[in-house]
């Protein structure tokens, strides 16, 4: 509650965790091999996102933040990540984000993954969140299950597809 009345102190503390986390995760994975890729929850779509809107739409963290209710919903589809978590994550992210019509092209969406920095072997790779602070990094995700996230998330409110 503090945190989205913006109190300076709470947001002082979560900023100081946050790159004091980011900094451990870094120094364990200085070439972003393992477990630094645990950082990137959100970011596969979220990068697809502003790549496709011309980086002019959204800010980073709003990207993320759209990234993470795909991602999450993609989780759960695969059955990694329970419906009831899911829901947590849709409801912290409704709190935080802003109900916008900002147009997001579907196509040049999927599109841009394929350039994404963790793509290996011509396989996308995605950061997948199996519960609240556990993550998995999976390289079978669809084309379909991006879709349906997507469109979970317009029908959400967050963007609107072209």
Excluded: C, W
Aim: proline share 2%; charged share 30%.
């Amino acid at each position: 509650v503090r945190l989205l009345n913006k109190d300076k102190k709470s947001l002082q503390r979560i900023v100081r965790m946050s790159v004091e986390t980011k900094k451990r995760y870094v120094e364990k994975d200085t070439k972003e091999s393992g477990v630094r890729a645990h950082l990137n929850l959100g970011h596969t779509v979220g990068h697809a996102v502003e790549a496709a809107t011309n980086y002019g739409k959204f800010k980073h963290g709003e990207a993320v933040l759209l990234g993470l209710v795909a991602e999450s919903h993609i989780a759960m589809h695969m059955k990694l990540l329970r419906p009831s978590s899911f829901e947590r994550i849709l409801k912290m992210v409704r709190q935080i984000a802003k109900q916008r019509n900002d147009k997001v092209p579907i196509d040049e969406v999927l599109g841009r993954l394929t350039y994404d920095k963790k793509v290996k072997a011509g396989k996308v790779r995605f950061v997948l969140p199996t519960g609240i602070g556990r993550v998995v990094v999976r390289d079978d995700v669809t084309t379909r299950n991006v879709v349906d996230a997507m469109r979970f998330a317009a029908a959400d409110g967050l963007f609107s597809l072209t």
